[in-house]
């Protein structure tokens, strides 16, 4: 499985980018999707996530702003972010979990299930 992310790029402050991240194959095999961000000197974070049964997750920061969403015909994951802000400058990379057998809920999406991971699209918000 590969994934590759795009879309990243330069925005001003309150504006919008949407991210794709194209997948090698059917994503109806895959359990679990996500978004993962890392700014410079910080950890790398969840912002989304979204199960193969439509359970979402959402960091703090980004809810009522960020939409996770994917297409089954195109084998598309998708991060449509609004609003954006300084703070959402980072490096953000796709990731699936394709291996476990989990019925996601809202606290179970955690990197240590996604095995697979595309590489990152730079997102850069400026004032």
């Known amino acids: 499985v590969q994934l590759q992310a795009s879309g990243g790029g330069l925005v001003q402050a309150g504006g919008s980018l949407t991210l794709s991240c194209a997948v090698s194959l059917s994503i109806f095999s895959i359990h679990a999707m996500g978004w993962y961000r890392q700014a410079p000197g910080k950890q790398r974070e969840l912002v989304a996530g979204i199960s193969d049964y439509g359970t979402t997750k959402y960091a703090d920061s980004v809810k009522g702003r960020f939409t996770i969403s994917r297409d089954y015909d195109k084998n598309m994951l998708y991060l449509q972010m609004n609003s954006l802000k300084l703070e959402d400058t980072a490096v953000y990379y796709c990731?699936?979990?394709?291996?476990?057998?989990?019925?996601?809920?809202?606290?179970?999406?955690?990197?240590?299930?996604?095995?697979?991971w595309g590489k990152g699209t730079q997102v850069t918000v400026s004032s």
């Open positions: 990731a699936a979990d394709t291996r476990t057998k989990l019925e996601y809920e809202e606290d179970t999406f955690d990197a240590k299930y996604f095995d697979v």
